[in-house]
């Protein structure tokens, strides 16, 4: 899919919008907003935040889900030079806490309330805590001490617009465009900043493999902090010219809905949302005529899943693609392609796309030999400009010559096909014998029974640490630990198989798609 070559984000919303300014660019529940309003509202909202006193480099965070706001605020922030932070309704107190403080926005966009919660409080509260909010907008009903969203945008401001296109001149594509704060779940969240040209770089490689075009139509229901809504679907869809369908939370029957009446092209999704989609009543009945793609991430699809999509894509002619990224990154940085055999599209992330590098080195950052296990490290326009507020532990992930090492294992084979391992920090030792969790989890998750699978060392006085299967088991399945030994052991050296099982209907999930391995081994600890 070719674009032009423009280098910051705002300026396709413009493109778009001359080029074919009454299609629909945004869609949400009621409202229908084409390119030309689009470019327009990012306009007056751009305003807007100047006359908040928003500065070149300034901070502008939104408490928010998927909805027209979100890619209007993001976009105007990069028109005036700002970098704009998406924070999840669904955070606690306690985390937008520690993300407000540690980035120190200037100004605090919220939902008045989400499923029940006041936000509009907790943002008050934050502005005693921190100074540096100078302003609060309100996206809903007002609230004492707070201005309402769109009326604020409204206002005329025609004494600005000087300023306005001299700011707009003076921008770069290395300017700090997006702040992303990864998932914590080694520690605290850090703080990811990525430039206008990281983010056009990405997308201009995703656009071919993931078909998006002017004739798209993309489905976005992830919370605005995670780097799929921000860049792989929101801003994938913008760049490419497609209408983004925005929803405000995911829900599994409701989704299918809307991919029906929408008339959804491509389908970007975290494994477990399709799980939960294949138990709704309307998945029986779907029409997929229209969707060319189904995508997935953030983990590896289980069997039931690759099976369901390709009995669909059998009638319907639709791809079926997955790859490796991370908020570092940027978004996908490999791919699979719709040619590849079964086994590459279940076990492998695809082979890394130009203009990106990878490479595999070991403990020394040695690079190894084609088949050998070690850390995966990528190089190009994709990487973070760096930790904000960390520039040493930027440093030890980033080196002299631009090569980001993810702390990902994993081996690439004759063909360039990556097969990951699972993270350098989750290898254990048992018995002297190094063990990588990502190789047992896929044999557990080949159990006719199991869905997901979480393998961990745990301390054991014999070996020093043994393996702990957690197993989420199939709706109406069911399965004992000793039958999960036993099939461990028909495709593992003795050494591999969990000595303990914890068995359930549910496990933790990471908001992208990933167990959350930290909230399970708390369960051990209990």
């Not at 055999?341 to 950052?365: A, L, N, T």
């Not at 081996?411 to 048992?430: N, P, Q």
Request: charged share 25%; hydrophobic share 40%.
């Amino acid at each position: 899919m070719s674009v032009n070559k423009t280098k910051l984000l705002w300026e396709y919303v413009s493109h778009w919008a001359s080029r074919k300014p009454d299609a629909e660019a945004l869609v949400f529940e009621g409202v229908r907003m084409s390119w030309a309003e689009f470019d327009a509202e990012v306009d007056k909202v751009a305003l807007a935040f100047m006359d908040a006193g928003v500065e070149r480099g300034d901070r502008i965070a939104m408490v928010s889900m998927g909805r027209p706001e979100f890619m209007i605020s993001f976009m105007a922030a990069s028109k005036i030079g700002a970098t704009w932070l998406g924070l999840s309704p669904k955070f606690t107190v306690d985390e937008l806490r520690y993300i407000i403080g540690h980035s120190q926005p200037t100004l605090l966009l919220t939902l008045r309330e989400y499923m029940g919660v006041d936000l509009v409080e907790t943002g008050l509260t934050f502005t005693q805590e921190f100074p540096c909010i100078t302003k609060i907008l309100v996206i809903g009903e007002a609230h004492v001490d707070t201005e309402p969203y769109q009326e604020f945008v409204d206002r005329p401001r025609p004494e600005l617009d000087g300023a306005y296109a001299e700011r707009c001149a003076s921008l770069s594509e290395t300017d700090e465009v997006l702040l992303m704060y990864t998932s914590g779940s080694t520690g605290k969240p850090k703080g990811v900043l990525q430039t206008h040209r990281a983010i056009i770089e990405n997308i201009r490689a995703e656009l071919d493999y993931f078909g998006i075009g002017e004739d798209g139509r993309l489905l976005l229901h992830f919370p605005i902090n995670h780097v799929a809504a921000d860049v792989e679907i929101g801003y994938g869809a913008l760049m490419g010219g497609s209408t983004l369908v925005l929803v405000d939370r995911f829900d599994p029957q409701a989704s299918l809905e809307i991919i029906e009446a929408e008339r959804i092209t491509m389908v970007g999704q975290v494994p477990v949302m399709y799980l939960m989609q294949m138990q709704a009543p309307k998945f029986k009945e779907m029409d997929w005529s229209h969707v060319k793609y189904f995508v997935w991430g953030g983990a590896g699809a289980p069997s039931l899943v690759l099976n369901m999509l390709r009995q669909i894509a059998a009638k319907t002619g639709a791809k079926l693609l997955t790859g490796y990224g991370s908020t570092e990154l940027c978004g996908f940085v490999t791919y699979t392609s719709a040619e590849d055999s079964e086994e590459q599209m279940e076990r492998s992330v695809g082979r890394v796309v130009p203009p990106f590098e990878m490479k595999i080195v070991d403990d020394e950052r040695n690079e190894v030999p084609q088949g050998t296990l070690g850390e995966l490290a990528f190089r190009g326009p994709c990487v973070m400009k760096g930790y904000l507020n960390n520039p040493k532990t930027t440093r030890e992930v980033i080196d002299a010559d631009g090569w980001y090492y993810t702390s990902d294992l994993g081996h690439v084979d004759k063909d360039g096909y990556i097969y990951l391992a699972g993270r350098s920090s989750e290898m254990y030792k048992t018995g002297g014998e190094n063990v990588f969790p990502r190789e047992i989890e896929e044999v557990l998750e080949g159990h006719p029974a199991v869905l997901f699978a979480a393998v961990m060392g745990v301390p054991d006085d014999l070996y020093q640490e043994v393996g702990h299967g957690f197993v989420m088991l199939k709706p109406g399945q069911d399965v004992d630990g000793e039958s999960l030994r036993l099939h461990c052991k028909e495709h593992l050296a003795n050494f591999k198989v969990p000595k303990r099982f914890t068995i359930d209907r549910e496990l933790p999930l990471l908001p992208n798609g990933k167990v959350n391995k930290v909230a399970l081994r708390a369960t051990l600890d209990q």
